[in-house]
């Protein structure tokens, strides 16, 4: 990889290699130049409404392909792209929107129901993938798409394949720098509102050169993009898999058997999945009979895996697992737990419960909240990194930048940012305990429901467990464990308690247990305690005692 902004990227390929395959979906292929092509196309149409340099342009669908020449055609008029979670209600998607101050919206057919329920303050065009525009998104009488309640000053909804078709196919090439901000992610909110995170050209390059180097990636690779590319996961692996000059293979919606399928019929050769992902996949009927020769490496991360579930999936796949840790603040992973640690069962297997070893130029303290102190090797305390991989900093909130980064930034923009997990070093090593905010306080001790969640992970009987904080007159909060049973396995609560004291202190043991169909998630894998908090501390001013 020889560039220093990503709107090299497509250009250098679609010169070098320009008939080789950049991405499949489904049906659906393009080489590097008919993808350097449309996103020319889209960069000029653009231009057309008026897009410049730092701009904000949005995506709104699921794994559609044409994020890609939207994403990298925005890159060459040097606007930044950012991609909405589908999954959010319309009122969620509005905030986002307009808080991003978007002004293209590239949207999936499907969800033309949720924009007729928005009410934009920005968005002046708005373009629909899929054959028909819908009769939510049509233009009315007044100059207005449906549902809005200002007036657009653009014109109404147009089909992609028709907003592009009369441009042509030359990149613009406007001037940019490293340090101007690339893309546009939105952090979950399960803690309040939203944040923009602002990740630039040099973010991504670093964060690629670290990827394609532990996670074998290369020219010949052909990468499974299976995670939404709304998200860090999906959007960080394909810039990765790009970067290379390798191919994509775009998965749409997680059909577990059509994954499977795919990574025999294409010869992929690298995924990222999240456990709860491997859990469904290495039990999906007629797994066995897949071939999976040609996986290099599978990445997995997000939340805690049990041993059998990594287990099943390093035989069921037969490749090398690498672990990440990271967020999307990071520009993805900042540490790496690479397959020869992976040792289950083995004298090394108490590695698979750490994140791994911090990577590139990746450096790690660990720092007491309260005092700011450096904290000693086995202490747990937060978990803060420097790196060139930061973020930049969030969109419009220079207050919570600042609390990102406590000690300020450099000339060069380095500065060690706060990650907000809880976690310890270890010869190396970093172990994540929790997010800090999840930490419960019980009887005046700190416990951290990561180490618990981890233990009870490794019973045979436990499928998925989160471990929340609930109200004790007695002791403040008390530890109760919310967990899935393994299919055939149950075990009694005394029995799972009994297992806990084996492995902890007795003031970390859950003093309840309780049981659900389905632990929530949002798509990249994290727990959604605070929905699971709720019922039990309905009607309290204060989620902690």
């Keep these: 990889m020889d560039f220093e902004t990503l709107d090299g990227l497509l250009r250098t390929h679609a010169s070098e290699r320009p008939g080789r395959t950049a991405l499949r979906a489904g049906e659906r292929s393009w080489t590097y130049r008919a993808l350097y092509d449309e996103s020319a196309r889209v960069a000029q149409a653009l231009l057309a409404e008026g897009i410049g340099p730092q701009a904000r342009v949005a995506f709104l669908g699921r794994n559609e392909p044409e994020y890609y020449p939207f994403l990298f055609g925005a ?32 949207i999936g057919e ?10 934009l303050a920005t968005v002046k065009r708005v373009v629909v993938i899929g054959e028909g525009r819908g009769e939510s998104a049509r233009e009315g009488g007044d100059g207005r798409a ?32 490293p340090d101007d901000t690339f893309c546009q992610f939105y952090t979950s909110g399960t803690t309040g509102l939203p944040k923009g995170v602002e990740l630039t050209h040099a973010n991504l390059v670093a964060a690629t050169l670290n990827s394609a180097r532990d996670w074998l990636i290369d020219e010949s690779s052909v990468t499974m993009i299976a995670m939404p590319i709304y998200h860090i996961a999906g959007s960080g692996l394909s810039i990765a898999g790009l970067a290379a000059g390798g191919e994509l293979v775009l998965v749409r919606d997680l059909d577990p058997g059509l994954v499977l399928r795919w990574i025999e019929e294409h010869r992929v050769t690298n995924a990222l999945f999240v456990p709860a992902v491997l859990r469904v996949l290495t039990a999906t009927t007629g797994v066995e009979g897949i071939d999976f020769s040609s996986l290099r ?20 796949f037969g490749c090398g697992f690498v672990q990440v ?16 640690d992976h040792d289950p069962g083995g004298p090394r297997a108490h590695l698979l419960r750490a994140a791994g070893k911090p990577w590139g130029d990746v450096a790690i303290r660990i720092v007491d909240a309260e005092s700011r102190r450096d904290l000693g090797e086995g202490e747990v305390g937060e978990v803060w990194c420097r790196s060139r991989q930061n973020l930049k900093g969030y969109w419009r909130n220079p207050e919570a930048t600042s609390a990102a980064y406590p000690e300020g930034r450099d000339a060069d923009g380095l500065g060690w940012f706060r990650t907000g997990d809880a976690g310890y070093m270890k010869d190396g090593y970093l172990y994540i305990h929790d997010r800090v905010k999840d930490m419960i306080v019980s009887g005046g001790e700190n416990v951290y429901p990561a180490e618990i969640e981890n233990v009870l992970m490794g019973h045979p009987a436990v499928s998925d467990v989160a471990v929340i904080g609930v109200p004790s007159e007695q002791w403040g909060e008390t530890v109760k464990a919310i967990l899935v049973d393994e299919p055939g396995r149950a075990a009694s609560d005394a029995e799972l308690m009994a297992f806990c004291r084996d492995h902890l202190a007795h003031y970390k043991c859950p003093t309840s247990i309780d049981r659900i169909a389905a632990i929530p998630r949002n798509p990249s894998g994290k727990v959604l305690k605070t929905q699971l908090r709720e019922p039990y501390w309905k009607g309290r001013t204060r989620h902690v005692n």
């Design 75 to 106: 890159t060459m008029v040097n606007a930044v792209v950012l991609a909405v979670n589908w999954r959010l209600a319309p009122v969620e998607m509005q905030f986002i929107l307009d808080h991003a101050e978007a002004r293209v919206l590239l």
């Design 110 to 119: 499907e969800f033309l129901g949720h924009l007729a329920q928005m009410d």
């Design 146 to 177: 449906a549902g809005s309640g200002r007036r657009r000053e653009g014109a109404g909804p147009a089909r992609y394949a028709d907003w592009i078709a009369d441009q042509p196919a030359i990149e613009p090439r406007a001037p940019r720098t």
């Design 297 to 316: 490496a599978i990445v997995y991360g997000a939340s805690p895996i049990s041993e059998e579930v990594l287990v099943r999936s390093m035989k069921t």
């Design 325 to 340: 840790y990271g967020l999307t603040e990071t520009a993805g992973a900042i540490t790496a737990m690479p397959p020869e």
